[in-house]
């Protein structure tokens, strides 16, 4: 059985930064890609950023230069750092992870539950 833990949400003011953390538990033999994702009232999910097991990272236009997305391989932890808020930026922040639970390699996506973020003065 694998977990995805969000943690780190909450509300700050326009302007300010929040760190989120996704830490995976469980039967884990790799974790492939991991990536977060958001989801604003009335709107579609979208993927804020992908990091691959590598290090290699992407960004959706918008977030470019204020997002950063990393990851702990030895604590099968991802982050994502946020500064310069927006209001825009207001979603349930969710992350995804491609995990092998075993040495045969075969992955599965798995998703957490999400973190509230709101920017609001």
């Known amino acids: 059985q694998v977990q995805l833990v969000e943690s780190g949400g909450g509300k700050v003011q326009p302007g300010g930064s929040l760190r989120l953390s996704c830490a995976a538990s469980?039967?884990?033999?790799?974790?492939?890609?991991m990536a977060w994702h958001r989801q604003a009232p009335g709107k579609e999910r979208e993927q804020v950023a992908y990091?691959?097991?590598?290090?290699?990272?992407d960004y959706l236009d918008s977030v470019k230069g204020r997002f950063t997305i990393s990851r702990d391989n030895a604590k099968n932890t991802m982050y994502l750092q946020m500064n310069s808020l927006k209001p825009e930026d207001t979603a349930v922040y969710y992350c995804q992870a491609f995990i092998s639970p075993y040495s045969d390699f075969r992955e599965h996506d798995y998703w957490g539950r999400g973190t509230q973020v709101t920017v609001s003065s």
């Open positions: 990091i691959t097991s590598g290090g290699s990272t």
């Open positions: 469980g039967t884990i033999f790799g974790i492939n890609i």
